[in-house]
């Protein structure tokens, strides 16, 4: 009868209405304004710390995973309007061109006095929360099949070797972070010019540069590759979930302070300082620790398991003025010559 | 008396005021014209205009975009010409009624459309990468994927269902009463296939090819996950914007693939579409065709089954990837994986009501803008009427840039909130919906419509009494496409979203550049499952009266 | 033709209607009496289709006006209007019942359910439909489905019942039952009805009045005795029956033709002498056999064809050919050779030459 198909079809328009409605709007609010935070480190971990967060203080916090470069272009494009409220875990290179630009607020955190001074800056743009560490990442079970037991690299020179031609992956300074915490460590052991010299022999057992600043050592993780060029946290991540790798610190090791920052004119400014407040806290720091396995800028937080003390490690000088002011060029010309 | 005011003359604005007659028609044509206007064009508009004399200089004398424009062409080209074959193959198999299992190639053949198109890359490295099951637990193979023949590949079978779904409906059209004349005269075996199937089948063939070309220039996730040193311009736009913050490059390289995508398209419609040789004479009412030797039946089906089992095994280990602890390391089964991706993230719901919603409102927009460019008459009809179909050549990666740039700034500041991503989903799949609609329309008479008028019925009244009862299979099948393609779209929207509107697909590629297989996987089978369940609930509820891909 | 104001249910004054270059409708004037069956007749392509479609106002025309008890329908909808039309195709709506696409229409003037479902069963059981309501169309037989429309029309209770060509989809036994069937319900119901055909048998057969269309224009308008009998023209006695067509000349007071001389029928108009003239002569007018002195012609058999209820001759006579019908052949031989023709000269039709009548029609015969 006719009813019954006036019937479905009204009903089957309301229907749709009413799921449009209901899923348009916004998902319940919490009681306050939620958090904006641009992360830059383990999407994984930033969804562990949002969940703490809430639990925490109340408030919610919602995040998006980004790459460092990612950050970067993002809040450009927004400051008109900013979208977001905080951005955390960056390399503070490209913090300091932000800085520059003026896209950031300065925020003089209580938790500045819980860690040493030379981590955090000195007008209060940023304020560090973990120090990591570069390194070689070898895959154990490969080098074993394929070069027996030939010593595995100590230096980074010990990485040109032929041998490794199309057996090493790193990653691309355009995109990622690690990228260029990677390239900008080179030139502050050798020199500009000397650095160059070493990038373009080393580009010689590239396989090839990667997007993400962590793929390289997944790659090897997963034996794709043999050696890659990575953050120490990576690795020891890997290793602590069973992966087949060997993590070597060369003398001349890169490093960099992930750190949390206040956007200026963010759309919830108060929830944004509350965030950096609670994340530099000893709970959320040991939980980044943990998860991600990154070193602690607090003393009352432990080592991350199988880190090498800080004392035994050979950093390299990093000059982070120079470092900023220098990226533009530095990429553009990268860029250009290495295609891979 | 009536003399007087009889002999009046009507000039040609009868039209105009046929129009004002309807000011809801009025208003709908009005709506329409403005969301395509602001929605469709103004970001491609917005792109075009982005970049300054010296991107677009950059781009035809740079080295570096030369070599990947070359790049992706040359992966366009090859991955078009397998997944055409590979295509027919399945195509010409499921036609044959001496097919064994030919219900199953079906099925297998369209699994690829319902899940992410990059979720083959990432199979593909579970499955054949340095420590994939088979090429290294399996077979304890060592070999490199990464790369164009990898990529090769993984486009062929990820994009061949395309081809399928339309040569299927090609092959099918085909008179096989054609076949038996020819083997009435002495021809058969390859030459009758050579001579009789393979020509006939030629537009299909081409057509199909200027569907997955586009497909294949504009392929995003696949080349990011697979392609290693091999780049192309899609992830290199991405490149642009993440690491450089260069967005008029950006824009130029999503421009540079602009018009290649527009050449096929127009190809494919203007020019391919008229040359069918396809028998219109109602559906199925045909003879089986006559049977194929046992060699070839064989050969097909082997072919076949091979491809199949690839597939399957394709979805078969991101289930399993999902749930093991550590790939590669530690086979345990855990839920783990799904804890903070399914569970408790918002990822998946908001891929689930963003997809949903775009679905609904796409439907309806398509079948309304539908209705009034073929049931109305106005100015400007065939530019709404292309409009309606152009996003089907736009590149992914050329709509999200369009969407940051034209959508930052007020009056129509949408960046930052999920309506962005509602509008690229809802936008982007409105071709289908569109010509799904169109084609329905063209089988009512318009005497059904003239006759609700004719007895009362205004205007909305006839739409909502006649017109949609009657077109109701292509909006459901509108509902269905957008849905699935929406849930699964990743280079549209990847540069769209915000904290709080993340997709599945977005956090699947981030999770899985990281190297979280496990919890990449989870989320990638949690999102296929979706889809599925999603589907099959819908199904449940319309009574199963769905024709869903010719199934 | 024309009536008064008072008289006329529909008026159409001076209507033309053009797509692209041509003109569909090119003037044309007609009144339709209050419930009278007034069929337009023509072949297809003079317009008549898009008369109909004027008056129901799916088409707009570009000059004159249509007024239904003198008020103008200018501008009006067909939501609006209150005719009703019964489709070639007949239109039923495929996604509804029989009940339903009957009902439809007074659904949509918001009748209650009991008095729709009341005024529906009634319908039905007029049209011969009970039992049928929960079927749907592509279920139904082609006549079924035309009495459905015809249903579906007039149970709104139209001023003016539309028909454009109902019986053209139908086999031809079923069409000669069903125009019956059609007459019969209009004739009781009384309702003004506008009646398109090319078919002009079922013109004569059911119409009160008849006009014949062509080009866009109507040619007579009458009774379907007078439209016969007394043809205005050339055109219209050639396409409504059969007829002969003859070119004659005028020589002092009688007709040449070829070698014969005729006496000018009587009411000839005043023509003058060398002026050619078109006869038309309907072959049941004409006798095979000696006739009063003045009619008689002699001609040749050309053919003959044994038709069952008559035998049809060709002849040739002065030069052109006359199909002349022999009724009731039984038992008699088939004639051939010369023969003798008779008629009776007021039943002959004579027109200047100048009528567009295309002599072609003579051999259509």
Redesign the interface.
Known sequence: MRTHHLRWRTLSFIGSLAILAMALAPPVAAQTKPVMVYGVIHEYTLARLMQKFERDTGTKADFIRLSAGEVATRVQAERQSPKGDVIFGISRAIQESMKAQGLLEAYKTPRRSEIPAKYADPDGYWTGSALTVQGIAVNTERWKKEMGNAPMPKTWEDLLDPKYKDLIVAPSPLSSGTGFTFIVGQFFRLGEEKGWEYLKALDKNVRFYTPSGIAPTRMVAAGEFLIAVTFAHDALKAISAGYPIALIHPAGVSWDIGSASLIKNGPNPEGGKKFIDWVLGRDPIQLIVDLNFEGSLRSDVSLPMGATPLEKLDLVDYKLDWAAQNRQRLLKQFGEQFKK | MAKATAVQAWSGSSRVRALTRDPLGLLAIVFVVGCLAVFVIFPVVRVLAQPGLTEWWRLFTDPRWLRLGGNTFLIAVLSTASAVALGFLFAYATSRPDVPLRHLFKLVAILPLVSPPFVGGLAFILLFGRRGLVTYSLLGLSGDIYGWHGLWMVQTLAFFPIAYLSLAGVLRRINPTLEYAAQDLGVHGLRLFCTVTLPLATPGLASAALLVGIYALSDFGNPMLVGGAFKVLATETYTQITGWGDIGMAAALSAALLLPSLVLFVLQRYWVEGRSYATITGKGSFADPPPMSPAVRWVVFTACSLVALVLLATYAVVFVGAFARTWGVNWRPTLENFEYTVFRGSQLWNSIRFAGTAALGGSFFAVIAAFLVHRKRFPGRAAVDFAAVLPAALPGTLIGVGYILAFNTPPLALTGTGAIIVAAMLFRTIPVGYQAAVAGLAQIAPSIEEGAADLGARPLRTFWDVTLPLIRSAFTSALIFTFIRSMNTLSAVVFLISPGNVVASASILALAEHGDWGQASAMAASLMSAVFLLLLAFRLITGGRLRLFEL | MSMD?TTAHV?I??VVKRFGGTEAVAGVSLDIGRGSLTTVLGPSGCGKTTLLRLI???V??????I?ID?V?Q??L????RK???V???Y???????V??NV???L???GLSRTALTEKVRHTLSLMQLEGLEARYPRELSGGQQQRVALA??LI?EPEVLLMDEPLSNLDAKLRVSVREEIREIQRRVGITTLYVTHDQEEALAISDTIAVMQGGKVMQVGTPRAIYEQPADPFVAAFVGQVNLLRAKIEGGSLRLGSLLLPLPANTPVLESGEEVILALRPEAIRIGAGSAGSEVQGEVVSRTYLGTTVRYRIAVAGQHLTVDDPDPAGRPLLTGVLTLSFDPSRLHLWPAGSDAPLSHQDSL
Not at chain 3, 60 to 65: C, F
Not at chain 3, 91 to 97: E, G, K, N, S, V
């Open positions: 104001n008026r004054d001076g129901a106002g799916f707009e025309p570009d000059a004159g006006d007024l003198g103008s200018r501008g909808p067909p939501y609006l005719t009703s039309t489709f070639q195709e239109a039923l709506f495929p996604h509804m019942t009940f339903d009902a439809y229409g659904r949509l003037r579906r029309s709104v």
